[in-house]
C-alpha cells in the first residue's frame, strides 16, 4: 500500500509537469490568439505589456512553473486569460454536466455490457450470441459524433420529439420536478450516443471472459452439483468476468472523459469540459487547459485508486499479493 | 337569428379583448441564438475582446454618440462640434439620463470615463489619443485630442461606453471587478441573468431609459449550434441568428426574413514580401494575374461574395471604396509574360526554373479547422501551377499558422480580416499595423505618409482623397492580394427590425444587433 501512494505521487508529478509543458511548447501564444484575430482592437504596447506581466507570460518557462506549482500549493489553479475568471471558478461551471453526462453513461453502458456480454458467453455459437456480436461489432465501429447526429437528425430535428440541444431550457422558469423532467430530457440523446459507443468494450471483454471461464473445472463442479443455470451464469461465472470490466471501466474513465465527451458534447452544444478544453485550445488559455487536465488527472487517478481497492473486494488473491 | 348574430358578435368582441389583454399583459421576450454562446461578463472588462461580447455589453451601456441604418446619431450627447483652433470636441449631453441605481448622469461621469481608460487600458479604444478632459458644466464636456484624429467620432466617442463614477472610483483592477455594480450603466436594458457554461444571457429592460422604455420586455442568448440554428428559427424556439447562404431560400419560403450584410470583411493571399522573389511587386502583380478571383467566389463560396478590392476596401463601403483601382482581371498570358521577363524559364516539368531552382511556394491554407481555406488552397494551388509555378499546400491549425505569418516564416498564407466596413483607419491596421493580420508593408514611402495623413485630416472631402490614392498604391504595391469579400447573412421573424449599422456597429462590428432596434417590436404572429 505505501508503494503504492508513491507510485501515485510521482504519476501526479508527471502529469502536472507534460500538462504545464505541452500547451506551451505548441506554436502561437495567448496574446496573438486571444486579441490578434480581431482586428477591431487597439493593442497600444502599453496594454500589451500589462497583459504580458499580469500572466506571468514574459518570464522563463521555468520561473513560471515554480509559480504555478506555488499558487497550487496555496490551492489556486490559476487564472483563465480568456475567461477573465479564476479556472476554478470555470471548471466547476462545466465540470457537473460533463461528469452527469460520462458518469450516467459510464455506468449505463458497463450494466448493459456485462448483462449482454454474460448472456452472449452463455450462449456461445447460438444465434442469439452471433446476432448481438454482429450488432456490438458495428455499434463500436461508428463514430460517437455519427451516431448522436443520426438521432439528432431523427428524434429532434425530423420528429421534433426532443430538444434540440443544450443541458437544459434556457430561461423557463422551471424548478423542482419539471426541472429535472426537462434536464433528463436533454440528456437522454448524448447520453444514448454516448452509451452506444461504449456499451461494446464491456460486452466484448465480458463474453470472452465468460467463454474463457466457462471452460473452467469450477463451472463444471457447479453445475454438476445441480445448481441452477441462472445460479451459475450469474454467481459463479458472472461474479469472475468483473475483474477486466472494473479495470477497463476506471482506465477508460480518464480518455473517454475527454474523447468521448468531446464530440458528443459538440454535437448536442452540451456543456462540458470537452467543449471547454477544445475552446481553451483554440485561444491557448493555458491555465484553463492545465486546471481541466489537473482535475482530470484527479479523477483518473483517484478512480484508479478506487479500483484499487475494489480488486481487493472482488479478487482477494490481489490484497495479498507480495 | 338576430339573437344568434348577437351572441355571436358578443362573443367575439370578448374573446378580442381577452385575447389583447392576454397578448398585453404577457411580456414580450426575443430570443436570440449564438453558436458560441459564452462571450464573458458583459461589463467593459469582463466581456471576451471580441464582437460578440461588445454586443452584449452595449445593451447595458451607451457611448456619447451611436449609429443606425443612416450613421451617426445622438446617444448620450445631443450635439456636439470640432474646434480646430482648440483641437478638441465640445459634447452637450443630454440632460434626462439617469443610472440604473436612480443616480443622474452628468459631464462628470464622462471625464471619469476617459481618464479611467487612460490608467486601465481598455483594447477598443487607444486612450493615446486623448490628451484631456474637460468638464465644462454639469452637462458639457470638452476633449481634447494629443493630435487630430479623424475617427475619433466613431471610434472614440461612438466605441467607448461611459461608465457611472460614483460606482467605479477607487476599483482598482477592473477586469476583477465582476459584481452586479460593475454592470450598472445607463443602456435600455439591464442584466437579470448570465450562466457561462450554458452560454446564456437574460436581459430585462430598463423602465426609465431615456428614449421610453423598450417594448422588447426581455432578450434573451441561447447557445445554438450552427447547424441547428436554422431548424430553431423555423420552430420559432429563437426569433434570430446567423445562417449559413446554403438555406436562404429555404427560410425565406417558411416566412423568415433575411438581413444581409454589406461585405466587411476580406480573405487575402496573404505574401511574405521580405523573401526573393516574393518581395519583387511585378511578381506579386504576376500572381494577382494568375489567380482566378472569379472563379474562387463562384465555387469555393457559391457566389455568396464580391471578388476582393485591390484597394482592400470593399465595395459595399460606399464613403470610401475607390472603385478605380487596378483590377486585375484574371490573364495567364500576362502572368506568363511577367515571370519570363525576369528571366524564369519553363523546364520539362512545366515549371519556371531559375538557376536550376524551381520556382514553387508553400502556401499555407486552412485544416479541418477552416476547411474554406482548405478549398481556395486547393483553387490558387491550380491557378498558379497553370501559369507555371509550383505550389506545396500545407494544412495547420489557424493559431500555428498564424504564429508562423507573424513571424515571417512563410511564403504564402491564405487569410483574411474583417473591419473594413467603418472608418478607413482600417487600412492603417493591415497595411503598416503590427499585427499578424496586417501585411506590415513599409516599403513604399507615399503610402506609409499618407497612411498617417489620413487620420489626421480632418476635412471629410480632403480626407477621402488621401484614402482613394492610398487604395490606389495598394493596389500597384500589393502587399498581399485581396482574393474575395464575403457576403453573411442573419434570418429573423420579423418581429424585431433586425439590420446591419451603417458602417458596423460602433467601430465596424459586423453584427447585427442593435439596442435602437428593440426599442419597437411589430407584433407579427
Known sequence: ?322 | MYKRAAEFTIFTVLAFLAFTTVTSVLAVTYTIADPTGDWGYPSLYGMYPRGSGYVRMSLIFDTLVWKDKGGIIPALAESWVYMPEKNAYVFNLREDVTWHDGKRFTAADVVFTLNYIKQHPWEWVDSNIIKEAEEIDEYVVEIYLSKPYAPFLTNVAGTLPVIPKHVWEGVEKPDQFVSEEALIGTGPYRLSDYNKAQGTYLYEAYEDYYLGKPEVDRIKFVKVSEEIAPTALKNGEVNASSVPPEILDDLRSKGLEIAEEPPTWAAKLIINHKKEPLSSKEFRSALAYAIDREKIVRIAKRGHAVPGSMGLIPPSNRSWHNPNVRKYAHDVARAKGIIDDMGYTTDKDGYYHKDDKRLEFELLAGSVFREEFSRIGELIKSDLEEVGVKINLRGLESKVADARIKNWNFDLAVGGHGGLGGDPVALNRNITGGGFNSARYFQNEELVTLLKKQLQEMDIKKRKRIVYRIQDICAQELPAITLYHPMWYWAHDGTVDIYYTDGGLALGIPIPINKLSFLEYHKQR
Request: aromatic share 12%; hydrophobic share 50%.
Open chain 1, 1 to 322: 500500500m505505501k508503494v503504492n501512494i508513491i507510485n501515485y505521487a510521482i504519476a501526479f508529478f508527471i502529469i502536472l509537469l507534460l500538462s504545464f509543458l505541452l500547451p506551451r511548447l505548441m506554436p502561437g501564444d495567448p496574446l496573438t490568439a486571444i486579441y490578434g484575430e480581431e482586428t477591431l482592437l487597439s493593442m497600444t504596447q502599453e496594454l500589451k505589456s500589462q497583459l504580458a506581466d499580469s500572466f506571468d507570460l514574459d518570464k522563463p518557462l521555468w520561473k513560471q512553473f515554480f509559480i504555478y506549482l506555488y499558487n497550487l500549493a496555496r490551492g489556486d489553479i490559476g487564472y483563465s486569460y480568456y475567461h477573465n475568471a479564476p479556472v476554478l471558478r470555470v471548471v466547476i461551471s462545466y465540470l457537473p454536466w460533463t461528469l452527469l453526462l460520462m458518469g450516467t453513461a459510464l455506468i449505463l453502458s458497463t450494466i448493459l455490457g456485462v448483462i449482454t456480454g454474460i448472456e452472449s458467453g452463455w450462449r456461445r455459437g447460438k444465434t442469439f450470441d452471433k446476432a448481438l456480436l454482429v450488432g456490438m461489432m458495428s455499434l463500436s465501429g461508428f463514430p460517437s459524433f455519427f451516431i448522436g447526429i443520426t438521432f439528432l437528425l431523427t428524434f429532434s430535428v425530423t420528429l421534433g420529439i426532443l430538444p434540440l440541444q443544450g443541458a437544459k431550457t434556457a430561461y423557463s422558469g422551471l424548478s423542482g420536478f419539471p426541472l429535472l423532467l426537462d434536464v433528463l430530457k436533454h440528456l437522454i440523446l448524448p447520453l444514448a450516443s454516448l452509451t452506444l459507443v461504449f456499451i461494446s468494450g464491456s460486452f466484448l471483454l465480458t463474453r470472452n471472459t465468460m467463454v474463457t471461464i466457462l471452460g473452467e473445472p469450477f463451472i463444471l463442479t457447479a453445475k454438476a452439483k445441480g445448481l441452477r443455470d441462472r445460479q451459475v451464469r450469474y454467481k459463479h461465472a458472472g461474479k469472475n468476468c468483473m475483474l477486466p470490466v472494473v479495470t477497463q471501466t476506471g482506465i477508460g474513465f480518464g480518455t473517454r472523459l475527454i474523447t468521448g465527451a468531446l464530440f458528443v458534447e459538440v454535437v448536442f452544444s452540451y456543456p462540458g469540459m470537452g467543449t471547454l478544453t477544445y475552446n481553451s485550445l483554440l485561444m491557448r488559455d493555458y491555465p484553463v487547459l492545465q486546471g481541466s487536465l489537473l482535475i482530470i488527472t484527479i479523477f483518473v487517478l483517484g478512480i484508479n485508486l478506487a479500483v484499487d481497492l475494489l480488486y481487493r473486494k472482488l479478487d482477494p488473491r490481489v490484497g495479498n499479493a507480495r
